[in-house]
């Protein structure tokens, strides 16, 4: 069973910046592929970002390239998203997913099984 747990969420102002964590609980965490996804109300989740277990590839949605990066540190089984010169569209819950062995290509929330929790983003104009 993967548990993830999110953090790092809150309130921020136009071209503010955040960084959101998540912390994941398989001791082979290096071989999960990780990715960030968003919601709004009344919407699908939206696909963020990913990064691969090795080698380390990424892959951005296109909102928000340029702007959010994802990395992780397999030491701390933590994935991150620092998010830079945001925008009131990203206001959103963000939530965070692993997939065994998967790739970044993989953009449907239906593929990804484990979720963590999510954490509210919300941007202030």
């Known amino acids: 069973q993967v548990q993830l747990v999110e953090s790092g969420g809150g309130q921020a102002q136009t071209g503010g910046s955040l960084t959101l964590s998540c912390v994941a609980s398989?001791?082979?965490?290096?071989?999960?592929?990780l990715a960030w996804f968003r919601q709004t109300p009344g919407e699908d989740r939206e696909f963020v970002a990913a990064i691969s277990f090795v080698p380390r590839y990424t892959n951005y949605a296109d909102s928000v390239k340029g702007r959010f990066t994802i990395s992780r540190d397999n030491a701390k089984n933590t994935v991150y998203l620092q998010m830079n010169n945001l925008k009131p569209e990203d206001t959103a819950v963000y939530y965070c997913t692993a997939d065994y062995k998967g790739t970044v290509s993989t953009t449907r929330s239906s593929l990804y099984h484990h979720w963590g929790q999510g954490t509210q983003v919300t941007v202030s104009s």
């Open positions: 398989p001791r082979n965490f290096d071989e999960y592929t």
